[in-house]
Each structure stands twice: as structure tokens, then as C-alpha cells.
């Protein structure tokens, strides 16, 4: 966090801008009701900060600090404790949840208020702009050190925030990792069970059944086919990779040719073999343009 001597360096305030805003004291302490007065008669038109001047006792002590802070900008002392009281008037804005622009409007009101005082005062214009300038000074150096608090306000909010959304995102990874484990370990299951159901398959042939044998052996074939395709895909994804759609739709097609020959054992009627072939025959152009489609995207 910087100090108030170097945010002061900043601005370009100097010792000599701290002596003439000291020279203005007197002028300032004589105005310092009417400043109140104009300050707290543009904030009570305003409904969104009218709201927190309702109490009159909450009134008439904001008017007090206000008129102790305003001559405060003339004291000639500006060290890092008077930079701690102006944080304090910041915290105590974001407290209440008084709106930046409102803070920043009414800043403005105090400049133009001051700068009509100077006009009023010196006639002389060399005279006045050097007073002017170190008037402006030390109004941008409050102004900046209040709103410090508004920034420290969002930063924690987005820190909060960015730190939930971390753990969130974190939470849901490891969740989706678990739920591919799982689906790993079902498949290596459900994928023994079709070894076995070939090997059953294998049996009709040694029973002399050769027709059903071959057939039924050839779908359980292309059953583990499809088990390896998946368990590959999903081991791949274990390990970062993504999710490839070919495999998803050559699943189909391979679950669709068994039932096709399945159908042909069960001598099913020739309308639903056709249905067949012609479901077939629409995914293999799906499985081509997807593919297409990916080949294109690669290069």
C-alpha cells in the first residue's frame, strides 16, 4: 500500500502547496457552514443518498464531521495518519453501501463550492490559480485515498468469489474423473461377460449348430469390438483427452449390425430387415460426415 508521502508525490504536492492551503484556513473556517449547508441540500435531493439522512441526530453529526473534514484540507498537515482518517471516511461509505458515484458527484459539489470561494476572494488571477491549484490537489489526493476502499472492497469480493468458483470447478473435475473411473471398471466388467457369451456362442458350433453358432459368435465379437472402442475412448479421456463422437456413433452401428444378424436368425419379417438396413445405411453417412467434418476441423 503506498504511503500518503508518496501518493503526495504523485499529484505533485509540495511543501509550498501545503503552506497556501494552510494561508486559506481562516477563509475556509468562515465558509465552512455555508460549504455544510450546500454539501447536505444537493445530497437530501437525491433519493439514493437522501435515504441515509432521514435521523435528524444522524443529520446533524454527519454535518459536523463533514465540516471537520472539510477543514481538515487546510490544516497543513498531511501525513500518513491523516491518510488513515481519510480511509476511515472510505470504509465507512463502503459500510453503508453509499454508491462511488455518489461520492465522486458529491467531491464535485465541495470543488465548485471552493473554487466559487476563490473567485469571490482574489480578484487576482495569478493570485487565485495558485491557490486554485493546491486546492485541486489535495481534493484529487482525498478523493483517491477514499475510493482506495471501494477497489479493496471489489478485490475481496472477486477474490472470494474466484476462490469459490476454484473450488467448484476443482470439485466438479474430480467428480467427473470419479464417474469415468466408474464407467471404466463397468465396462472392464460388462466386458468379461461378453468374452464369456462367446465362448458360449462357441459351444453351438461344437454342437453342431453351425449356422447360429457363427452368427451369434460374430455379434459377440463385434459386442467386445465395441467394448474395446469404448474403454479405449474412456481411458483417454482419464487422461485428458476428449471425447471422441466417431466412437459414440460407431457403437450404434455395430450394436445395429448385430441386430441385424440376429434378425436374420429369427427369419424376422423383410420389412423390418429393410428398416434395419435402411438405419444402417443413414448412420454410415452420418459416421462419413462426421468424419469428414473432424478431418477438416484438423487441418
Not at 505533485?12 to 457552514?33: C, G, I, M, R
Not at 451369434?216 to 475412448?233: V, Y
Request: aromatic share 10%; net charge negative; proline share 1%.
Amino acid at each position: 500500500m503506498l504511503t500518503m508521502q508518496e501518493i503526495k508525490a504523485h499529484y505533485y504536492f509540495t511543501e509550498t502547496d501545503a503552506e497556501l492551503l494552510k494561508e486559506l484556513f481562516p477563509l475556509a473556517q468562515e465558509n465552512s457552514q455555508a460549504m455544510v449547508e450546500e454539501f447536505y441540500s444537493y445530497l437530501l435531493k437525491i433519493p439514493e443518498t437522501a435515504v441515509f439522512l432521514r435521523d435528524p441526530k444522524d443529520l446533524a453529526r454527519l454535518k459536523r464531521t463533514h465540516s471537520e473534514w472539510f477543514l481538515s484540507l487546510f490544516s497543513g498537515h498531511y501525513d500518513n495518519e491523516y491518510m488513515l482518517t481519510l480511509q476511515a471516511i472510505g470504509q465507512a461509505h463502503v459500510r453503508i453501501k453509499v454508491s462511488a458515484h455518489y461520492v465522486n458527484a458529491a467531491m464535485n459539489v465541495v470543488r465548485r463550492f471552493l473554487i466559487e470561494m476563490l473567485q469571490a476572494n482574489f480578484p487576482d488571477i495569478a493570485v487565485r490559480r495558485k491557490y486554485r491549484i493546491a486546492v485541486e490537489k489535495i481534493l484529487d489526493i482525498n478523493l483517491d485515498v477514499m475510493s482506495t476502499s471501494y477497489q479493496e472492497e471489489e478485490l475481496r469480493k472477486v477474490f472470494v468469489s474466484h476462490k469459490l468458483e476454484s473450488k467448484l470447478i476443482h470439485a466438479a473435475e474430480r467428480f467427473t474423473y470419479g464417474l469415468n473411473l466408474i464407467l471404466v471398471i463397468a465396462l472392464t466388467g460388462v466386458s468379461l461377460s461378453v468374452v464369456t457369451l462367446f465362448f458360449y456362442d462357441l459351444v453351438h458350433i461344437f454342437q453342431g449348430n453351425f449356422e447360429k453358432g457363427i452368427l451369434s459368435a460374430l455379434g459377440s465379437l463385434l459386442i467386445l469390438w465395441m467394448m474395446i472402442e469404448l474403454m479405449d475412448n474412456e481411458i483417454k479421456t482419464l487422461k485428458g483427452g476428449k471425447f471422441n463422437i466417431l466412437i459414440f456413433i460407431g457403437v450404434i452401428i455395430v450394436a445395429l449390425i448385430r441386430e441385424i444378424l440376429i434378425s436374420t436368425l429369427r427369419h424376422d419379417a423383410l420389412e423390418t430387415q429393410a428398416f434395419l438396413a435402411g438405419t444402417l445405411l443413414i448412420l454410415g453417412i452420418v459416421y462419413f460426415l462426421v468424419a469428414k467434418s473432424q478431418t477438416v476441423t484438423a487441418h
